[in-house]
């Protein structure tokens, strides 16, 4: 091959391998001594990229912050039922790493972040037995919580996959992300209009509310680790599924 046949093909080679992954993705070797750091430096550089939902050169995936939840429910029986619609979630590009290490055999990666604060608003509805107060209320809320711990567990599995022009080719494709949270800052609850006709009695309940916290959270902590694991794995997903397993996860 001559020198000009080689460069022409090395630089289809370089087009080929590039246009798979969006290019805001920085790839990291799985031989590299410095593995976990690799992956770090490439999650914390696509901050506003997760955010946004877009990732460069088309691809556009669904955004995380804001993220809108359309319905989040709640039931725990007699003693608390809730629906929070059309909710508007931030916080989630606040994300620091604490820990992070990916197990290669296992083909699974650990994350263990802080979100420096996580905020919630929409509208809700929600009957709920708190001590003395029955609370009976629909209306806006408002949620502020900081220093939220998640533990994110990402398993992935080699596919196979059919390219554009409808060749089969080895792909990746994660598993549903284990997603567990923990609330280790403060949270502040306001909803709106909490026992029904009473306005006068807003800041009481609402009061009531914040003091245990716990009592609503505990219950709506199945309902946000829905939503996130689905939405954690479809981003993962839309950002692999053009690729090649090689590309993702070279050696
Ligand atoms: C985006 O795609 C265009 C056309 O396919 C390409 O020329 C450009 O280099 C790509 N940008 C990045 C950052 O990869
Ligand atoms: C949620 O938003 C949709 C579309 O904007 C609207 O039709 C619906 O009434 C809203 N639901 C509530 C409970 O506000
Ligand atoms: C949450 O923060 C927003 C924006 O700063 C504020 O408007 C709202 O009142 C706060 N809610 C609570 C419950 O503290």
């Keep these: 091959m001559d020198f000009k046949n080689f460069v022409i093909v090395a630089l289809l080679e370089f087009g080929l391998i590039n246009c798979y992954l969006p290019p805001s993705i920085q790839v990291c070797h799985l031989a590299d001594p410095d593995l976990d750091q690799c992956i770090i430096a490439s999650v914390n550089g696509i901050r506003s990229n997760i955010g946004s939902g877009d990732f460069g050169n088309g691809t556009k995936l669904i955004a995380m912050d804001p993220a809108f939840v359309d319905r989040m429910d709640i039931d725990a029986g007699p003693s608390l039922q809730a629906s929070f619609r059309n909710c508007t979630v931030t916080g989630a590009k606040t994300y620091q790493i604490d820990k992070m290490h990916f197990d290669v055999p296992k083909r699974m990666l650990k994350v263990l972040l802080t979100l420096a604060e996580m905020n919630l608003r929409g509208k809700y509805i929600m009957r709920m037995k708190l001590s003395m107060l029955q609370l009976d209320g629909a209306g806006d809320f408002t949620t502020n919580s900081t220093d939220v711990k998640v533990l994110l567990k990402i398993r992935y599995a080699p596919v196979e996959r059919t390219d554009s022009a409808g060749e089969k080719r080895p792909g990746v494709r994660f598993l549903p992300v284990d997603f567990k949270v923990k609330f280790a800052g403060p949270v502040r609850f306001y909803l709106q209009n909490l026992?029904?006709?009473?306005?006068?009695?807003?800041?009481?309940?609402?009061?009531?509310?914040?003091?245990?916290?716990?009592?609503?959270?505990?219950?709506?902590?199945?309902?946000?680790?829905?939503?996130?694991?689905?939405?954690?794995?479809?981003?993962?997903?839309?950002?692999?599924?053009?690729?090649?397993?090689?590309?993702?996860?070279?050696?």
């Excluded at 609402?206 to 946000?224: G, V």
């Design 195 to 251: 026992i029904n006709g009473q306005p006068e009695l807003d800041s009481i309940a609402n009061e009531a509310l914040n003091q245990n916290p716990d009592l609503l959270l505990e219950k709506a902590i199945p309902a946000i680790r829905q939503f996130f694991s689905e939405r954690f794995t479809a981003v993962a997903n839309g950002l692999v599924q053009d690729a090649d397993l090689d590309e993702v996860f070279p050696v």
